[in-house]
């Protein structure tokens, strides 16, 4: 079995998965000083990645994180960083990091959601109440009925339609998936790019390295069935994957009824 090109194309898969995470859009609080300098070093660290100089970049994301702790991409960024610099180990722990971010965030966002729909729906009632209260006897007390009916109306039409994402972006375990598969923790590995492939079905990377884990740990059927629906959402098998998966689906015993 070739073994050492597949380890080859998982790290092609997951240099590639680095343009599938995004920074989910949650709602918060505007940004302090210390956040603007954390989003500065954040592109700093991406710009030194996109010139291969992983060290450096792994330095500015930290300072990254050291202002913002919940800034997810700036761990994200040092984890790709970890594993440019083979720092299989130390990436696991930038990707976790990156999931808990995420997660934290994702909690504060919804804090924040809860409290504006609470406050909307207390300044309805308060409204209903002047209304029902304040019957108008003259014009300019009419207009101002006019006024908080027109508030109502629009508070009742107006809905909190900032995102809530209660799982991180597929990217992220695709990521984590393959800095697990480089330190030999296969079922860690295949946990993270099932995860992947149940937040997006029809992202062909997780499944075709899930189809690699799956042929090593003994599971050619399955591993094939991963390829081909990879491959059906359009992404190109590695080579000598396929031929492999049919070697070893050869020697695979026989089932009989």
Not at 190 to 218: D, F, H, M
Request: charged content about 25%; glycine content about 6%.
């Amino acid at each position: 079995m070739r073994t050492a090109p597949l380890l080859f194309v998982l790290a092609l898969a997951h240099a590639a998965s680095a343009q599938i995470v995004q920074q989910p859009e949650m709602r918060g609080p505007a940004l302090t000083q210390a956040g603007v300098r954390s989003q500065e070093r954040l592109k700093e660290g991406q710009r030194l990645m996109a010139d291969d100089k992983f060290a450096e970049a792994a330095a500015v994301f930290g300072e990254a994180i050291a202002l913002d702790p919940l800034l997810m991409m700036a761990h994200y960024g040092l984890g790709t960083a970890r594993m440019a610099l083979k720092e299989y180990p130390a990436a696991i722990a930038a990707f976790q990091a990156a999931r808990d971010a995420f997660q934290k965030r994702a909690a504060q966002s919804e804090n924040k959601r809860i409290d504006n729909e609470r406050a909307r729906a207390e300044r309805i009632q308060v409204l209903k109440q002047k209304i029902l209260n304040s019957p108008p006897t003259t014009p300019f007390e009419a207009a101002q009925v006019q006024d908080w009916q027109a508030e109502v109306a629009a508070l009742e039409a107006s809905q909190d339609s900032s995102q809530r994402a209660s799982q991180p972006p597929p990217g992220l375990s695709l990521a984590l998936g393959s800095a697990y598969f480089r330190t030999g923790q296969l079922a860690d590995a295949e946990r993270e790019y099932r995860a992947a492939i149940e937040a997006q079905p029809k992202l062909g990377e997780p499944r075709s390295n899930l189809a690699v884990v799956l042929l090593i740990t003994g599971h050619p059927a399955e591993a094939k069935e991963q390829l081909k629906l990879a491959k059906k959402n359009g992404f190109k098998p590695p080579a000598g994957l396929e031929a492999d998966l049919e070697a070893a689906l050869a020697k695979a015993p026989t089932k009989t009824p």
